[in-house]
Nanobody
Framework: QVQLVDSGGGWVQAGGSLRLSCAAS????????MGWFRQAPGKEREFVAA????????AYGDSVKGRATISRGNAQITVYLQMNSLKPEDTAVYYC?????????????????WGQGTQVTVSS
């Protein structure tokens, strides 16, 4: 069964950093574009970052640009999201997702597999 397992969330003070991880269950994901989205209570799910299978192309949402870095490791089936200078408005459940697109798509509907989500809480 295809699975994405995301982890690394937690509680952090404003200005701190976190690294989220997403592990795929199959090597097939090494060619997929992988993305991170987040959803705060009462809000729509928001694009955060994406990276192509090769790792050569990335994209970031405006709200995290300059503070987030997405990368791949471990035979390309693990994806990381490094978040720095965290703000209270970054508080949300963060989800990793996989898309068969060959570009770092920001569109939620392009993603067909989703992780279970990991909670990030940033206190002021």
């Amino acid at each position: 069964q295809v699975q994405l397992v995301d982890s690394g969330g937690g509680w952090v003070q404003a200005g701190g950093s976190l690294r989220l991880s997403c592990a795929a269950s199959e090597r097939t994901f090494s060619i997929y574009t992988m993305g991170w989205f987040r959803q705060a209570p009462g809000k729509e799910r928001e694009f955060v970052a994406a990276i192509t299978g090769s790792g050569r192309s990335t994209a970031y949402g405006d709200s995290v640009k300059g503070r987030a870095t997405i990368s791949r490791g471990n035979a390309q089936i693990t994806v990381y999201l490094q978040m720095n200078s965290l703000k209270p408005e970054d508080t949300a459940v963060y989800y990793c997702a996989a898309s068969k697109n060959s570009w770092p798509t920001m569109m939620r509907n392009d993603y067909i597999y989703w992780g279970q989500g990991t909670q990030v809480t940033v206190s002021s």
